[in-house]
């Protein structure tokens, strides 16, 4: 296995000792960036106009879309988002604008083209001035057919290698300037098949990466999913994305020559903590789609083990460590040579955790239950179908045999009743049709959620802690991304008050991030004897 050796660099302690500031090392600083119209992209371009007035230009690669328009359309619609509404406000409209303007160009193309569907002027244009890359677009679709997710996370990931690869040759002409960081964003999960405590490595795959993209790639759709399935199981994984993922970082770390590469791993990607605000949220997933159907009083039973544990980390962290992760190869980038030149030595492969398990703060699933009771029972959204009430169940035959009697079966038999001539007015079928979806919506989330919900993984970041070494205190405090300083069932009450205000859209979302309603003693030895 391929062990990160980031603290092994002489170069890194040694710069490090000057105790350089972030702000030096995005000063005139020109970045790439996938997946910026994403939940993390948008936090991370907020973050970084808002903290480095001094940046050189964020080019951003965007893809055409039927829902949201062309690239520049996209471009508009992303700065239209809440998430840079405090930025707007502090600003003002038109300083705001201008500071979008000046720092931000979107670039039309798409990871799953060849040379990214970039258009050779502009890509030759990146490739003379780019000094870093941050690589977020993927699929997060659980259930993507792996052929398109090979395509998107796998290839789409070694194309824009290459394209970092173009820019590390023209650094190395003297007077240009040096390509210092190509910061991969993957997922704790890669390793979903290790237990008890995961290190930040990469663990052995047990089979050739390289042929498995090859050989799917150019199969028929029919046999990918037979196929596709036949791997996940012999090989441990629980859906394409983590199976993709995987391929990803063995791939790149395997070819990236001298590139600096970053790899981070975040776990399950919560609400911000602080930053933009509290709460902002702009996606249903993960843990997240859990607590929002529950709250709407459509999830009712989840198969899961009550004492599992669930490894959430706020996105305003994430981006954080994004941002120390580029901080920290720039720090260990061996020294130039002496015409000036960067030097051809490649770095050392850095890898990173971004969770909370690893410094013992994640939640188990019955503590997520209690904390989400507590707020929805207090603030029951208007949109709710039902009261909170949520039974967790370890067994799949006892979750299957309760949900199709007590969901399925009466919401299919309404449905079909309500259909009925002379039976179902128009407002009883809309009834129906309502209650059908919810039950198949409760299903479907608990079907995502069952491999996260059985486990007791602990991400350790023993480089994780590292990230931070040579920050003054000032940077410590705007880059902060330690959930061992903070209270993570306070932080999963605001992750409900943003779901409430942000997803469901509803004025009565009230931010008692301390509240949580006790149990009774009633409660409590229900709990105890039936879950």
């Not at 890194?12 to 119209?37: N, P």
């Not at 050189?56 to 988002?81: C, I, M, N, W």
């Not at 809440?82 to 979107?106: I, M």
């Not at 960081?181 to 008890?196: A, E, L, M, R």
Request: hydrophobic share 40%.
């Amino acid at each position: 296995c391929i062990r990160d050796r980031s603290t092994q660099s002489t170069w890194g302690a040694a710069v490090a000792d000057f105790g350089a500031k972030m702000d030096a090392t995005f000063e005139g600083r020109h970045i790439l960036i996938t997946g910026a119209t994403g939940f993390v992209g948008k936090v991370m371009v907020e973050k970084m106009l808002r903290e480095f007035p001094n940046l050189g230009k964020l080019y951003l690669l965007t893809r055409a879309s039927r829902r949201h328009g062309d690239p520049q359309a996209r471009l508009v619609k992303l700065f239209e988002s809440p998430c840079f509404s405090v930025l707007r406000k502090n600003l003002g409209d038109e300083r705001f604008k201008t500071l979008v303007a000046a720092k931000v160009e979107v670039v039309p193309g798409d990871v799953c083209e060849d040379n990214l569907g970039i258009p050779q002027d502009i890509l030759d244009k990146l490739v003379n001035v780019l000094n870093c890359i941050i690589h977020g677009a993927a699929t997060l679709n659980f259930t993507t057919r792996l052929d398109i997710a090979i395509n998107l996370n796998v290839l789409g990931s070694l194309r824009l290698l290459s394209l970092a690869r173009k820019c590390c040759a023209r650094a190395a002409q003297p007077g240009n300037p040096g390509f210092e960081s190509f910061v991969h964003i993957s997922t704790c999960y890669v390793n979903w098949k290790q237990t008890d405590n995961v290190k930040e490595e990469l663990y052995p795959l047990g089979f050739d990466p390289q042929y498995v993209c090859e050989s799917v790639v150019d199969m028929e759709p029919y046999k990918v999913e037979i196929v596709s399935q036949r791997l996940m199981a012999k090989f441990g994984y629980p859906n394409t994305y983590t199976f993709t993922k995987s391929m990803t970082e063995h791939l790149l770390a395997h070819q990236r020559g001298n590139i600096p590469l970053v790899i981070l791993r975040p776990a399950i990607i919560g609400c911000s903590h602080s930053e933009p605000m509290p709460g902002w949220v702009d996606t249903i997933s993960a843990a997240g789609s859990v607590m929002y159907f529950a709250g709407l009083g459509i999830l009712k039973e989840h198969l899961a083990e009550g004492d599992a544990t669930l490894d959430v980390i706020p996105v305003d962290f994430v981006v954080n460590d994004i941002l120390k992760c580029v901080h920290k190869m720039r720090m260990s980038l061996p020294p130039p040579n002496k015409d000036g030149t960067p030097s051809a030595e490649a770095p050392p492969l850095q890898i990173y955790h971004s969770g909370s398990s690893g410094c013992s703060k994640a939640v188990s699933i019955r503590q997520l239950r209690r904390l989400c009771r507590g707020y929805w029972r207090r603030h029951k959204p208007q949109k709710a179908l039902d009261d909170f009430q949520v039974m967790l169940i370890p067994s799949p035959l006892v979750y299957t045999a309760r949900f199709w009697a007590l969901r399925d079966l009466p919401s299919w038999l309404f449905l079909r009743v309500a259909e009925l001539p002379l039976v179902g007015s128009p407002e009883t079928k809309k009834k129906a049709e309502k209650l059908r979806s919810a039950v198949m919506y409760a299903k479907r989330v608990t079907a995502l959620m069952r491999p996260f919900c059985f486990s007791h993984w602990k991400f350790l970041q023993d480089n994780k802690v590292r990230l931070s070494e040579g920050l003054d205190e000032r940077d410590r405090r705007r880059f902060e991304s330690d959930m061992a300083k903070f209270d993570t069932r306070t932080y999963m009450l605001i992750f409900a008050y943003g779901l409430h205000k942000f997803m469901m859209k509803e004025s009565e979302a009230v931010a008692e991030h301390e509240a949580s309603a006790p149990l009774s003693a009633g409660e409590q030895q229900f709990m105890k004897a039936n879950l």
